[in-house]
């Protein structure tokens, strides 16, 4: 039986990929992704960790037929749905206490650049969180990660055609929404 | 076609001219948004090392122990719906117990006279007739029993029969009334009724009647020609195949079922009374029946 470090250390048959390499180069592509997708409450750290166990996991079934990248994308989004589901019912379980203990200034922050800054964070976090996953996973890719049409269509599997009425769609929406949440 | 439905291309808020305030408002919410740092380098370092060992997990919070006491009382009540949609227990193993009353009451049965002759066979074995009013009630038919322990009706020409047939005690007959209802498809008497008796009766619910107790209430009441009763607390009893009293249980079952319109049932225990005891004591009675 492999151990799992021996597994992380096995090259894949392509390129000589292994779990280290994608690892130290994208690493923090995937946090950035997941901190977007997920919103403020989901833990970073443990979709990060989650996202590189299913690619030390699935390393050997990855054919290259899709990016790396888009691979990764990919896993990030599935990591960052079922934490998210998971999470609002852990946040039911915990209570208000500790949701409100969440919801305290990270450490490092003036008071002042934090407040504001916070504000409006959660305000677009909020209205994204009134959009559906794909019209969030959509902004989220076009107008943060500033990907072109094409490259968020390949990532999120539909055609460029669709991504642009879903685009319309997800920004209709978002204006909505921070127009309920002004 | 309304604007969010074109499929034509865009361009990021960021690098659009000429938006409008609220397009100009999301894209600098946005902003702050890209502008936030996710995870620092040491943190990824951290991460880094964790990877393929088991997550670590939310402390557990004090709802856990609200949504596991839910879970349990929604297997709980699952356990009760699915236990009363159980079918129900023959009477035998009938768990209410109610007092009789005067629907239970048993006319008196008809002493027998013996064969060729103007004497009874209580009057024949040396006893008298049982004094007093006719047993109405469950403590009646004990009293009856008591007194004539041994002038049981039929029991004198029936050749099988023992001498004495045992009578229900008075337990087993406050516990026929559920079991009748039951079996008479009256469902919803049974709980009006038991709410209705006194507290020293519902105290022994709970308790199941041995099949000899119910087939030995059943003759009882079949011989007092309250058939209706007695199938009713017969229910799905199995008679004997074998014993002394397997013919004249068989014989009465077929009897009652004829006389409360059961006809083809009826028909059929007495047929098979005649197959397996063609010389019986009640064998005339039975082709009579058939007949």
Known sequence: MTTAAERSAAPAD??????????????????????????????????VQEVFTRVQDHLDGFRGEAKLTTWLFRITRNVVLRQRRRDRFRAF?????????????APGLSPEGNAEQRQARERIA???????????TAIVLFELEDLSGEEVAERMGVSVGNLWVLLHRARAALLRRLEETR | MSAD??????????????????????AALLDALRSAETLSDEALARVGRRIGQPRRHAPVGPRWGLAAAGLASAFAVALVLRTDRE??????????????????????????????GSRTAAEAAGLGAPEGPLPSTAAGLERQRIAMPSAAPRATRHAAAPAERSVAA?????????????????????????AEQPAPARATAGRAIP???????????????????????????ALPATGADAGRLLFDRGRCRLATGRRAGGRQDLADYLARFPR????????????
């Open chain 1, 93 to 105: 379980l915990r209570g208000p206490a500790e949701d409100a203990a969440r919801e305290l200034p």
């Open chain 2, 211 to 237: 099949p000899e107790d119910v087939l030995s209430a059943f003759a009882r009441l079949a011989d007092a020609g309250n058939c209706r009763d007695a199938l009713g607390l017969l229910g799905a009893t």
């Open chain 1, 14 to 47: 392509r390129e000589g990929l292994t779990v280290e390499s994608i690892y130290r180069r994208h690493a923090a592509d995937v946090a950035r992704w997941a901190a977007r997708l997920g919103g403020p409450r989901l833990e970073v750290e443990d979709a």
């Open chain 2, 280 to 291: 019986g004591p009640d064998a005339g009675e039975a082709r009579a029946l058939l007949r």
């Open chain 2, 170 to 194: 008075p337990q087993a007959l406050r516990l026929e009334r559920p079991a009748a209802e039951k079996a008479m498809r009256r469902m919803d008497a049974p709980e009006a009724l038991l």
């Open chain 2, 5 to 26: 439905r074109r499929n034509v291309p865009l361009r990021p808020w960021s690098r659009t001219e000429g938006k409008t305030a609220a397009e100009a408002e999301a």
């Open chain 2, 87 to 116: 079918p129900l227990p023959p009477p035998a193993a009938a768990t209410r117990a109610i007092a009789p009353d005067d629907r239970f009451a048993v006319a008196p049965p008809a002493a027998p006279r013996l064969l060729g």
């Open chain 1, 126 to 136: 909020r209205a994204l969180e009134g959009l559906t996953e794909r019209q969030r």
